[in-house]
């Protein structure tokens, strides 16, 4: 990843950061004075998250869209899941690194407003695993020659998919932000919308990633990968898994409330009017 003969500053990786940088500080708080009424009342700490969480749909559009169509038609990669050619995925993979390393800089250093130890140990998590796909540097470089090309593109890019679910939890930030009602239409058709989408794109799949897994288990590409590739593949997805388990309980308990408060507000309404 890194070039002994060039500055680590000169490395492509930090490309995506430098360019979220500023869409943070310069692109975002310029639209968002121009494009939302509301923005301007609020406090310096609520700008801080609203600038983050803008970023963070946009990232998750531009790789959650891409990661879809890699798996749709990247025959390579789909073909061979642990050693196929890795090239476009590494391309979303850097921009997905560029942004965990900003957000880990945002969030540490506003630990006050943005602090979540569930969002620093998935960040961590997933770099831990990304790394191995994009490293590219000779073979002679390194004591295991599985190291000499990004691997296991597939499930790498296939984790990616999980960020469709990104906009709408940012929405559901941003309404409750500006003030809106919980029981306003546009709210709870959002919160439907999260609930709906993190379910399907980080819980449902989770069957359908292990057996991919399980299949891939034992085979020659596999025992190529080397123990240290094979535990961050593993414990990266179980990790990250397990936060997914959380968020989507956290998520589905909070939209229960919120219709069940729906519901008997508009049962009061309706006994008022008789």
């Known amino acids: 990843m890194w070039s002994g003969s060039r500055s680590s500053w000169q490395n492509p990786n930090w490309a995506p950061v430098s360019r979220l940088l500023v869409l943070f500080h310069v692109i975002t708080p310029r ?4 494009l939302s009424w509301g923005y301007s009342s609020l406090s310096l700490a609520q700008k801080t998250e609203w600038h983050s969480r803008c970023v963070s749909t946009i990232h998750a559009l531009v790789v959650g869209g891409l990661a879809l169509y890699i798996l749709w038609f990247d025959d390579n990669v789909n073909r061979d899941r642990i050693w196929g050619d890795p090239r476009l995925v590494k391309v979303n993979i850097a921009i997905a ?27 961590l998590a997933a770099l831990y695993a990304y790394q191995y796909v994009l490293v590219s540097q000779e073979a002679s470089s390194f004591p295991h020659r599985s190291l000499a090309r990004g691997l296991l593109p597939y499930f790498a890019n296939f984790r990616l998919i999980a960020e469709l679910s990104t906009p709408f939890v940012n929405q559901r930030w941003f309404f409750e932000v500006l003030g809106f009602p919980r029981s306003t239409r546009l709210v709870l058709l959002n919160g439907m919308a999260m609930s709906v989408s993190f379910f399907l794109v980080r819980i449902a799949v989770i069957p359908s990633y292990y057996q991919q897994v399980a299949s891939s288990f034992g085979t020659a590409a596999f025992h190529r990968l080397g123990l240290g590739p094979q535990c961050a593949w593993i414990i990266s997805s179980v990790a990250l898994d397990i936060l997914n388990t959380i968020w989507m309980y956290k998520i589905a308990r909070g939209c229960w409330k919120i219709l069940s408060t729906s519901h008997k507000h508009r049962k009061t309404e309706l006994s008022k009017s008789f």
């Open 31 to 34: 639209l968002s004075a121009l």
């Open 97 to 123: 690194s560029g942004y965990l390393i900003n957000d880990l800089v945002l969030l540490l250093w506003h630990w006050k407003t943005l602090g979540d130890r569930y969002f620093i140990s998935h960040h």
